[in-house]
């Protein structure tokens, strides 16, 4: 592949079709071939072409994972669109106000999330399709706006070969990818093409993948580790394994579909890897056909990467991916015997070929001496644009030059980048990134709470949200379960506080603002704050 060129990501698949037609581009229950899978692709970005779908407009994705969710992402593109993949386990009040910003033309769903959606759907919406719906029926207008179609249609729509596919440049958008928000909405970052091609051509010829690979893709659609999954294993013809939502945490499942599939290729959250440490059931009978193991999205506990090491074979290699979701991975290092003899965690390491990596410290100036702390800011082609319909005003004027400003906290030990922690309130849960404000203010919705301070309780191996709350005079303090209730009709489940707390009033410092260190003090010296977890 030739790094210069900027391909659309969606050609790789165009290419695997044509190159390795026969060979399988999903693998177990949803066993496709390229060929079969690139034909359904076609037959959806023609339907969406002939239904008014215009280049930039949006297609959003909500839905568990399947197969269909891989076709909708990937016809969405072939038809010019971009795509919204959309947790498809999120409540539907957090779903909603997904929509709410992204305004897409097209929605891919089922009947039971169209269902709860209750006509909240956007108003841009012109189509929807139902993966569920029965084959036989007839396109029926919905509300006088939207058509809801069955995917039966569409894979039975003809002239699926007509026309040719939109082509896009490099700085078109390819996705835009919600995350959490500090005022309590969900945030899109837009994915250019140039983006993902850019770590894309990196990965395949840095891991030398080819035709014979099996990739497990353990991370949602959702997540931005699933691109790396999707579009690199369709660079070079391999095969993907979707690992569904029931499986994610399934020992059994995870173990077996390792063996099964034959899997080569992993690259997850370091959380779902010391689970299937801890079981004790991971040895290399189960691994022994896997040649990278990759890991991002948070800290790796070191005592657990060591025992990782020991179940692995030993011509296994192991790499650490960093970057957030605004510049997409960005740094890589590959796991070195030195690096686990270590009592720290390993490092995020170097910058991508062609990305620049500065620390800078709180007076803006860059840091030049090894081990002294700074945030970390990257230049180059691995930034996204920005935020869909929002101006990030810590970043807006550095996208507009290709910086991202990460938040993140480094140093240099020997020439290679250490993580040191967050500069502000955002933290990683099992490799999902959180906005500890958007807890907050949800939170805030139940009218008996008057103020309300969300911390993070816990080492490297394990993370608690602490949620912290007083009331109304006139209220009497709801209990642990109505909260966490509360939570669950607006949040994903990784964003429920685990331990509840009420105090008469909560601590302020000399600001008069909530003081978030004493309260974390609090959680240090009285222990976790209520027995009870979340469920």
């Not at 189509?127 to 509300?143: F, M, Q």
């Not at 008057?450 to 911390?455: F, G, I, S, T, Y």
């Not at 005079?473 to 707390?501: D, N, W």
Request: some cysteine.
């Amino acid at each position: 592949m030739n790094k210069t060129e900027i391909i659309p990501v969606v050609s790789y698949l165009r290419q695997a079709a044509d190159r390795f037609p026969a060979r399988r581009a999903l693998v177990g229950e949803d066993e496709t071939t390229y060929r079969e899978l690139y034909a359904r692709v076609r037959r959806w970005a023609t339907f969406l072409v002939r239904n008014g779908l215009a280049p930039g407009d949006r297609v959003a994705i909500w839905l568990p994972k399947r197969p269909e969710y891989v076709v909708g992402l990937y016809a969405a593109m072939e038809a010019g669109g971009t795509y919204v993949p959309m947790d498809g386990m999120q409540p539907a009040a957090r779903a909603e106000k997904i929509l709410a910003s992204a305004r897409p033309t097209v929605l891919v769903t089922d009947s039971k999330r169209w269902a709860q959606l209750e006509g909240l759907a956007p108003e841009t919406l012109r189509l929807v399709i139902l993966v569920d719906a029965d084959g036989e029926s007839t396109s029926v207008a919905w509300n006088g706006r939207a058509t809801l179609v069955s995917t039966a249609e569409l894979d039975q729509s003809e002239g699926a070969g007509e026309g040719k596919p939109v082509e896009r440049t490099g700085d078109d958008i390819a996705a835009i990818l919600f995350t959490s928000g500090s005022t309590g909405v969900p945030k899109g970052v837009c994915i250019s093409y140039s983006n993902l091609h850019t770590f894309i051509a990196w990965a395949t010829g840095e891991l030398e993948l080819s035709e014979h690979d099996v990739f497990s893709n353990h991370a949602g659609f959702h997540f931005d580790l699933s691109t790396f999954d999707l579009f690199a294993a369709a660079a070079v013809g391999a095969a993907v394994w979707i690992v569904r939502e029931s499986e994610q945490r399934d020992l059994v499942a995870l173990l077996d579909g390792l063996q099964r599939h034959r899997i080569t290729v992993w690259y997850s959250v370091p959380s779902v890897l010391t689970l299937l440490v801890d079981s004790r059931a991971l040895d290399s009978g189960i691994t022994a056909t896997l040649r990278y193991l990759l890991f991002a999205g948070e800290v790796f506990p070191i005592r657990h990467l060591r025992t990782l090491r020991e179940s692995l074979p030993s011509s296994c290699v192991l790499y650490n991916l960093y970057g957030p979701t605004e510049t997409n991975v960005c740094l890589f290092h590959r796991v070195r015997g030195k690096d686990l003899a270590r009592d720290k965690p390993v490092y995020i390491g170097s910058p991508l070929p062609g990305q620049t990596a500065e620390v800078i410290d709180e007076n803006g100036n860059p840091v030049d001496a090894e081990q002294e702390i700074g945030e970390l800011v990257i230049t180059g082609s691995c930034v996204t644009p920005g935020y869909w319909r929002l101006d990030d005003a810590a970043n807006h004027e550095n996208h507009r030059q290709g910086r991202h400003a990460t938040g993140d906290l480094v140093g240099l030990e020997d020439a290679l980048f250490f993580y040191h922690g967050r500069k502000d309130r955002m933290v990683k849960i099992n490799g999902n990134r959180v906005e500890l404000g958007e807890i907050e203010a949800t939170l805030l919705r139940m009218p008996q709470l008057a103020e309300v301070a969300v911390v993070v309780d816990g080492g490297e191996s394990a993370r608690n949200i602490v949620a912290f709350f007083s009331t109304t005079q006139t209220a009497s303090p709801p209990g642990t379960l109505e909260i966490k209730k509360h939570c669950g009709e607006h949040l994903p489940r990784y964003m429920i506080p685990r331990f509840v707390r009420h105090l008469d009033e909560l601590p302020k410092n000399q600001n008069g603002k909530i003081d978030y260190p004493a309260l974390l003090r609090m959680v240090v010296q009285t222990g976790s704050p209520q027995t009870e977890r979340a469920v």
